[in-house]
């Protein structure tokens, strides 16, 4: 059963452009990460949100929580070559210690 | 600078031949994990250390065991890898502060080839 649905799967898109990627679950989640991947790499931690409407930014990405904790957007403005990845989201499973991860977005920043 | 190394990062083996992936953290965190993510998908939790306790997921094969012999190694073995089982096995490891989500750490993953 798939509790984390990503959209778009896969992203293609210019150096400059901006782009959304989303993260979707029916039910309510206390948390939500997200990680990106390069390839040959494992995934990094980007960033934890908490509460209900919550909106992070690291320098060109800009991460949203729902206001229902259902659901959650990162939006990355004047995307560079640099953000090309896999990017995951993740809740907690059952216990803190365990992550649920979705199925991801590959993005691809062609310059 | 490394805190969770991975070894080999690159390993093949034959259809049914045992191999043990490794993994080790400088971070002294008391949870370890294993994961098998196959290309374009997600990581898949296989089990993870509590400490010395073992948690297996329900769905991980038998084929696949762990060793975690004191807190900073950990690892992975495929009593007998099937074609299925190529894949990249990433470890990671947490704090386990409570709360909420713990904040994962990931090597870089060993790509594993079965011939």
């Known amino acids: 059963t798939q509790l984390l649905e990503q959209s778009p799967q896969f992203l293609s898109i210019q150096e400059g452009e901006n782009l959304t990627v989303y993260c979707n679950s029916s039910?309510?989640?206390?948390?939500l990460q997200w990680y990106r991947q390069e390839p040959g790499e494992g995934p990094v931690l980007l960033v934890t949100?908490?509460?209900?409407?919550e909106v992070k930014k690291l320098k060109r990405l800009t991460f949203q929580f729902g206001d229902a904790r259902k659901d959650s957007s990162l939006h990355i403005t004047a995307a560079q070559p640099g953000d090309t990845g896999l990017y995951l989201c993740?809740?907690?499973?059952?216990?803190?210690?365990?992550?649920?991860f979705g199925q991801g977005t590959r993005l691809t920043i062609n310059p | 600078d490394a805190m969770v190394i991975q070894n080999p990062r690159y390993q093949v083996t034959q259809f049914g031949k045992p191999v043990t992936l490794s993994c080790s953290q400088t971070?002294?965190?008391?949870?370890m994990y294993w994961y098998q993510q196959k290309s374009s998908q997600a990581p898949k939790l296989l089990f993870h250390?509590?400490?010395?306790?073992?948690?297996n997921e329900a769905d991980t094969p038998d084929n696949f065991q762990s060793r975690r012999p004191n807190t900073s190694f950990c690892f992975l073995d495929i009593r007998s890898p099937g074609l299925g089982d190529a894949a990249m096995y990433l470890c990671?490891?947490?704090?386990?502060?409570?709360?909420?989500?713990?904040?994962?750490?990931f090597g870089p993953g060993t790509r594993l080839t079965v011939l």
């Open positions: 993740a809740k907690a499973g059952r216990g803190a210690q365990k992550l649920v």
């Open positions: 990671a490891t947490s704090r386990a502060a409570g709360g909420n989500t713990d904040t994962q750490y």
């Open positions: 250390y509590y400490d010395k306790d073992f948690n």
């Open positions: 039910s309510v989640f206390s948390s």
């Open positions: 971070l002294n965190h008391n949870v």
């Open positions: 949100v908490v509460t209900g409407g």
